[in-house]
């Protein structure tokens, strides 16, 4: 594990991150953007699955989910970037831990419900219930883009021990 951080706070993304003064912020501000972008169009799209804004066909919501795919893209390259500047406090912080399951419970959640449900919801009209595996679905993706902000909080008040910061 040593090798792999060694290995990363000598790329140019560790340099950026650590040495411009400004770097860090701004990620962190394109950070919590992405996460807004995901939370506010993937959340609204799950609490309609759940049977919240009936009135509002689940496929005309749907065109809004590119904007939570770009905003899951802007946090994972600025989380990559927070990696890049210290490994340390991510690699042997149990926060970070948690929420990496999360991410990949929610991309396993995500197949799942594009192979087994999607169509279904997609034929939905304005005032139909989602079916019963789609709301389960909803339901996940809401718990679990919960525990990754949660956990994402928490990995700044997670010091592993041993690290001096």
């Known amino acids: 594990m040593q090798a792999l951080m060694n290995w990363i706070v000598n790329t140019p993304a560790s340099y950026f991150v650590t040495t411009w003064q400004w770097a860090w912020p701004i990620c962190e501000s394109l950070h919590f953007i992405g996460l807004t972008l995901m ?3 993937v959340g609204v799209f799950d609490l309609r699955l759940l049977g919240l804004a009936k009135g509002i066909r689940p496929v005309a919501m749907h065109g809004l989910l590119r904007l939570g795919v770009a905003g899951f893209g802007i946090s994972v390259l600025t989380g990559l970037l927070f990696i890049s500047g210290a490994p340390d406090q991510y690699f042997y912080n149990s926060a970070f831990h948690v929420k990496a399951v999360c991410l990949a419970l929610m991309g396993i959640n995500v197949v799942l419900f594009y192979r087994l449900q999607f169509s279904a919801v997609a034929a939905m009209g304005p ?39």
Do not use: E
């Not at 789609?134 to 994402?152: D, E, K, N, P, W």
């Not at 909080?153 to 910061?165: D, H, N, Q, V």
């Open 127 to 165: 005032h139909d219930d989602a079916p019963l595996p789609a709301r389960v679905m909803g339901a996940v993706s809401l718990v679990l883009l919960i525990a990754v902000m949660c956990a994402g909080r928490l990995i700044t008040f997670y010091r592993p021990p041993g690290i001096i910061y």
């Open 39 to 41: 939370a506010g169009t």
